[in-house]
């Protein structure tokens, strides 16, 4: 087997799965309230500066990208603490609008210490209401400056659409190096079947202008509703995520560097909660690489199990595994990135708590205190605490049409995808997706 393949086929895929932490925070599956966006601000942001370029980093654009839909209200102002030799003290206030659709429009974090104020602007897809399409971060000298000392556009994704109003093309800029502009991340485009489903994916992947790209032919769907740019908008990762747009089969082909490899994707929907898909490329007819999706929800709150696994030659060289836990109100309260080489030997990287308190009368949190895992005494210390007041009611652009579903061929899913009946009379209060009449919508109850 030459080695310049093997090498060739880690490279393909390891590229192809770096985004899968990051995959499964913001997509799979949505967050319960938009407490958790500014909670990963701690995480980005506690070894670095309060505001500066690196906020134009991977990990703190999607921040604010993530759609808190499925709240009726979401804290307009969150005040965080840090933790310091048993004293908390005050770092930084946020402040956010909200649109219709409860995706944040605006994020002004501001310092009392340095009086230095950012503002952070998205703004999302006019059809697929909760896909992030711009992110502008602006700097200013203090809270009350009207003109910034610095702006910069972090994030652009340009999407194409043809006549008949369906995705063709999606590219995905993000900020460079230097932060001095936008390079072309990821390019994806779609061609369509007779039937008006996609039939063909192509997903390119750009490092130093070297451009390395993954086909998928013939695919066939298991479900589908056409709104894909969550499913497949930048990355391959995102195709497990949607349980409304779920492939079933594809032949594959990657390529980079002059060299084509073969290969097909297969899936595993048999049972209830678990999603896996498997792309094997083969050398000449052997198999010899493969990357396993693999999804599990693990309770009725939303908690899951996401993990890819790359092989080689039948032996798994990478498996990384993120375990995500809500609480029954669909607040996530832990989160574990392990590694290893098997499922036997997966071993804790990293591990977040997030403890919350929440009000008697009202229901909603009052605040979280984020605890983060020492690896070297297994025990989780706190970080930081978030504050939060000024409630805003988020729920008018949710489809709220009726406060029940009853009439019609109805199937009523949860946001996990999972079946709950065909009437939201007896559910609890919260997002649902509604199938009736041959058409889908949200609904909050």
Known sequence: MPYLFISLIKKLMKTFS??????????????????????????????????????????????????????????????????????????????????????????????????????????????????????TQSTYDSPTATTPTYEFMNKRVDVTRNEKGQVTKVEDWEANDTYTGLELETAVSLEYGSDDKINKIIISSYDDNEEMKVTLNDVVWKEYNGKILSTIGTDLENIIADPQNLIESASAEMSAEGMDVKGNLTSDYSTEGKRELTLSMNYYGMPVASYKFYYEQTDDNGSFINRSTISFMGEADEIESITVKYNDKKDMVEETISEGKSIASLKTSSSTQYDYTYNEETGLADYMILKELDLDTNTYNPNCKYVYSDYQDVASGISNAAANVNTGKTAVYNTQGMYVGNSTDKLSDGLYIIKQDGKTFKMMK
């Open 18 to 135: 770096s985004l899968a932490v990051l995959v499964a925070m913001t997509i799979l599956p949505k967050t319960g309230a938009a407490q958790t966006p500014q909670a990963r601000i701690a995480k980005v942001k506690k070894a670095a500066t309060f505001i500066g370029k690196r906020l134009g980093d991977r990990a703190s654009k999607s921040i604010l990208k993530s759609a808190a839909a499925d709240r009726k209200k979401l804290p307009g102002t969150t005040k965080l603490y840090q933790y310091n030799n048993g004293d908390w003290t005050y770092n930084m206030t946020t402040n956010c609008t909200f649109d219709q659709y409860g995706n944040v429009s605006t994020a002004k974090t501001w310092s009392d210490e340095n009086g230095m104020m950012q503002i952070t602007t998205n703004k999302y897809d006019n059809v697929e209401t909760s896909f992030l399409v711009s992110q």
